[in-house]
């Protein structure tokens, strides 16, 4: 079986705090001779910042409506999508930023589109029948052939679709075989063939133990009790010592959680290899589906009925049930202004949504912080061993790579391209990781980044045109050891009408599938709330 992006070796252990090692004298010799353009873009800590602050005037009344949205990350929007299409048109989604999105926020300049984000979605599983509903609504589901969905050609990653640099070289495909020994394969292989039989392993209520949304998993005891462990003492006590697997195990953790494995729930690790299991009519099983643009196609595409009902800038700092209707009080950049609504969804992350109703505070919820970089080159990065692919992983780096915007661009070869690096910050815990990010400069995250560009592709000293940089304080829910099935998560799931609310980490795990469920959840709650 050959090891897919889902199933990545990457470096064991904790990360190191910085990038490549790059000596002062080598960096003054690569160091760019004029400054690249770019500058930090996101996300607005000051403006969110100012929530935890406090400290806003009075007030204007600003009118009246159904349903308000606080949020216009996936869930916002899944929620906002299926009002909408339900018939309950009179809504407002409130968003902080500038844009909807949340985390699948993307961007575009001269060369491509390119994410900020989450960047792809697996074929969807076998529980995600409500999802397949909206994939045909969007074309990106276009039929069916042998009781099998048919997806959209253009939307499935194209080859090559992944490589690894180690050893001064790149090579296809993501596992490393040299310095490997026999132990080591015996183990990959033994491995392996658990996940897949954890795949479709179901418990005694007929549901898989790794379900798809994760609320849909078997209730079987001996699958939760996976959740009472961390990834690495579950690997350590099945007998799993390779420290190559358990490199590649932690590459998954902090790939999909922003989470070591050795601080990760077991059950949310497992989950990684054994949760999907979407099959297609004209594709393989471990295809991918993606955009230029990543999952910020998906968030366009639900925001597009939602036009001119979206309030950007809006600073969301008091939510109250009055009897009478909830009021909601927000900031836009100069006044304060008061909505009031016959129902609110909260489709933010919990500790927002604590602040805004001080009884959904949980300490509970945690969140893992990352940093993403766009860069923007004048020249394809070359490589000897093998051609460029979609995801490009570095062996050995604290970052997880990058992956390339142009890829599924349909032209033979692009002169230019954008390339996104991703950097979840595990390295220290996250409250410190977060204060050493919002410290450094962009100067500071230039260096970081291009060190480890130009380390291994030294062919683009002087082709980087542009640079952004994008701080995720909060990027994620980290599901630690007791969380998916624990108390705090089982509570959040409880709704209080009026107020509803919707986002991935009442799941444990961001991944849009979760986030798209919640919001459709939160959005037939309303309905018959209304109705």
Not at 269 to 285: E, Q, S
Request: glycine share 10%.
């Amino acid at each position: 079986m050959k090891p897919t992006r889902r199933q990545l070796l990457y470096g064991s252990g904790s990360a190191a705090i910085g990038m490549a090692a790059i000596s002062p004298f080598v960096w003054d010799a690569i160091k760019p001779q004029k400054p690249i353009p770019g500058g930090i873009v996101g996300a607005n800590s000051a403006r969110g910042h100012r929530l935890r602050d406090g400290a806003f005037p009075a007030p204007i009344d600003s009118g009246k409506h159904d349903v308000i949205i606080v949020g216009s990350g996936i869930a916002g929007l899944s929620a906002a999508y299926h009002l909408d299409k339900a018939g309950i048109r009179d809504i407002r989604v409130l968003e902080l930023e500038d844009h909807a999105g949340g985390n699948a926020h993307s961007g575009k300049n001269d060369v491509s589109t390119y994410p900020w984000g989450a960047h792809y979605v697996p074929l969807l599983s076998s529980e995600s029948g409500h999802i397949k509903d909206l994939f045909r609504d969007f074309g990106i589901i276009t039929g069916e052939a042998d009781g099998l969905p048919v997806y959209n050609e253009d939307y499935i990653l194209n080859d090559p679709d992944e490589r690894l640099f180690l050893d001064g070289r790149w090579q296809e495909g993501l596992l490393p075989t040299l310095g490997v020994s026999a132990e080591d394969q015996a183990q990959y292989k033994r491995f392996l063939a658990q996940m897949e039989s954890f795949k479709v392993k179901r418990g005694d209520d007929g549901r898989r133990w790794f379900a798809i949304p994760i609320d849909e998993s078997s209730t079987d005891t001996d699958a939760r009790a996976l959740d009472r462990l961390t990834m690495k003492d579950w690997m350590l006590a099945a007998g799993y010592t390779s420290e190559p697997l358990h490199g590649f195990v932690n590459y998954g953790c902090r790939d999909d959680f922003g989470v070591r494995h050795d601080e990760i729930s077991a059950y949310a690790g497992i989950h990684y290899f054994a949760g999907r299991d979407g099959k297609a009519a004209n594709t393989k099983p471990d295809s991918v589906i993606t955009w230029p643009e990543g999952n910020g196609f998906l968030a366009h595409k639900l925001a597009e009925p939602m036009a001119g009902r979206i309030l950007p800038n809006a600073l969301v700092y008091n939510i109250n049930d009055t009897g009478a209707g909830v009021v909601v009080d927000y900031w836009d950049g100069q006044v304060s202004r008061r909505l009031t609504a016959r129902a609110v969804v909260i489709a933010t992350p919990r500790f927002i949504a604590g602040r805004l109703v001080p009884p959904l505070k949980s300490p509970d919820f945690t969140y893992a912080p990352w940093v993403v970089a766009n860069l923007t080159l004048n020249r394809l990065p070359g490589g000897a061993g093998a051609d460029l692919a979609w995801d490009n992983v570095i062996k050995d780096s604290p970052a997880l790579g990058y992956v390339v915007a142009t890829h599924q661009v349909p032209q033979m070869q692009p002169l230019r391209t954008v390339i996104t690096y991703y950097w979840p910050l595990t390295h220290l815990s996250p409250a410190e990781a977060r204060k050493e990010a919002i410290a450094r400069t962009y100067e500071d995250w230039q260096k970081l980044f291009l060190s480890e560009l130009y380390r291994v592709h030294p062919e683009l000293v002087g082709h980087v045109a542009h640079m952004d940089v994008w701080l995720w304080g909060h990027a994620m829910i980290r599901p630690m050891p007791g969380f998916i099935w624990g108390e705090a998560r089982e509570g959040a799931l409880k709704q209080a009408p009026p107020i509803f609310t919707a986002h991935s980490d009442m799941s444990g795990i961001s991944i849009f599938e979760e986030a798209y469920t919640h919001g459709l959840k939160a959005s037939q709650a309303v309905k018959a709330f209304l109705a």
